[in-house]
């Protein structure tokens, strides 16, 4: 009996140490299992934090993509505006009575007198009538052009340009702070 003694003996201590060993590799097996677990929270946590900055980041282009385009279909809207102001100013200088004109005409012609001695003036076909009896002018001569004056100096090189749509646009750009003040507050 000794031999079955032995052979017990050493299969109790075998499965006494196969069950230690197979305890610690459970052990170890939960413990890379919860470190594999932990990994994965992790990964996901940053995956979840980058996603949500992502988003974050497409929002704020989105929204700033949003006002840019409201921004600028308003400064169109103004644009479009101030082009309709200049364009019915002009067309109400243009247009203007021929009593008004000749009175445009004269105040032009003396502040051109004060810049050019007896100067040439050049005035749309039909209008050197507003301008007749005005002392001072050389010649006159009536050609194809817009509402307004030029006057010249006796060698040609000298020219100032008072059409009315060229006085309009000085005005304008000089003045065009002020105007967009007035219609847009």
């Known amino acids: 009996m000794a031999l079955d003694e032995v052979i017990s003996s050493v299969t109790e201590s075998a499965q006494a140490k196969a069950g230690e060993l197979s305890a610690e590799a459970e052990k170890e097996r939960a413990a890379i299992l919860k470190q594999a677990d932990d990994k994965i929270a992790a990964k996901r946590l940053a995956q979840q934090k980058q996603l949500e900055a992502a988003l974050k980041r497409l929002k704020?282009?989105?929204?700033?993509?949003?006002?840019?385009?409201?921004?600028?279909?308003?400064?169109?809207?103004?644009?479009?505006?101030?082009?309709?102001?200049?364009q019915e100013?002009?067309?109400?200088?243009?247009?203007?009575?021929e009593g008004n004109r000749g009175r445009m005409y004269r105040?032009?012609?003396?502040?051109?007198?004060t810049v050019i001695r007896s100067p040439k003036v050049y005035c749309p076909r039909g209008e050197s009538k507003l301008i007749s009896g005005v002392a001072g002018l050389g010649k006159v001569e009536e050609t194809d052009m817009e509402t307004g004056?030029?006057?010249?100096?006796?060698?040609?090189?000298v020219r100032l340009d008072y059409r009315f749509r060229v006085i309009l646009e000085s005005v304008w750009d000089k003045e065009l702070k002020k105007v967009s003040n007035i219609l847009f507050g």
């Open 60 to 86: 704020q282009q989105e929204l700033s993509s949003a006002e840019l385009e409201a921004k600028r279909i308003v400064l169109n809207a103004k644009k479009d505006v101030m082009d309709r102001s200049f």
């Open 107 to 113: 105040k032009i012609l003396d502040g051109g007198k």
């Open 89 to 97: 100013a002009l067309s109400s200088l243009l247009n203007m009575d």
């Open 149 to 157: 004056l030029i006057l010249e100096d006796a060698t040609g090189k």
